[in-house]
């Protein structure tokens, strides 16, 4: 027959079960204190970073972002910098500078000076889309070699990819390059 506990031993259960009821009703305070929380999508506001173990300066501006280079990867991250919400492969973002004048309308009006954001989740497995076409401007997915077009709002352009890349909206405010809306769709391999 089991024992009751001890006073003491009672005492000591009963801190950490108030413990773990702070842990979980204030995820706020949690955040507020400068934790990557990592499982929060990008929202209207936030900053976009390089990850932690890049040793480039972390939030990045428009100057980072060179006309037609390969993209960038970067995460939703506050203004500081110093919450880089990297730990969720679903915040992955492909960042690249195209001439304004290659975007379709609906890229155009998410665009940023030519700047546009797009998920690095595959809409087709759910694999990294890691790679780029320089000569064609295309994401490129290596799994199964489907082809998303950044120019005309992540258009699959090739491969088993049913749906576009989500893209996301970008802006620019007192030269911070700053998330301006939420994912045009749903990221990784779910339906639309
Ligand atoms: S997961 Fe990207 S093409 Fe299959």
Redesign the pocket.
């Known amino acids: 027959m089991l024992k009751p506990p001890s006073p003491n031993r009672r005492a000591a259960l009963a801190t950490m079960a108030s413990a773990l009821t702070l842990c979980a009703l204030r995820p706020a305070t949690v955040q507020a204190a400068g934790v990557a929380t990592g499982q929060q999508p990008p929202a209207p506001g936030d900053a976009l970073a390089l990850p932690s173990w890049d040793d480039r300066p972390r939030v990045i501006t428009p100057a980072d972002l060179v006309l037609n280079a390969p993209p960038l990867v970067v995460y939703p991250s506050d203004i500081t910098g110093k919450t880089v919400r990297e730990r969720s492969r679903l915040n992955q973002i492909l960042l690249v500078r195209l001439s304004p004048d290659q975007l379709d309308a609906t890229t155009s009006r998410r665009a940023a000076d030519g700047i546009v954001a797009y998920t690095g989740t595959?809409t087709?497995?759910?694999?990294s889309?890691s790679e780029w076409d320089a000569s064609a401007r295309q994401f490129l997915?290596p799994?199964?070699?489907?082809r998303f077009d950044p120019a005309h709002a992540g258009t699959r352009v090739a491969?088993?990819?049913a749906r576009p890349l989500p893209a996301l909206p970008l802006k620019i405010e007192h030269g911070r390059l700053l998330v301006a809306g939420t994912f045009s769709g749903k990221i990784g391999?779910k339906s639309a």
């Open positions: 595959c087709h497995a759910g694999c889309v997915c799994c199964h070699s489907s491969g088993p990819a391999a």
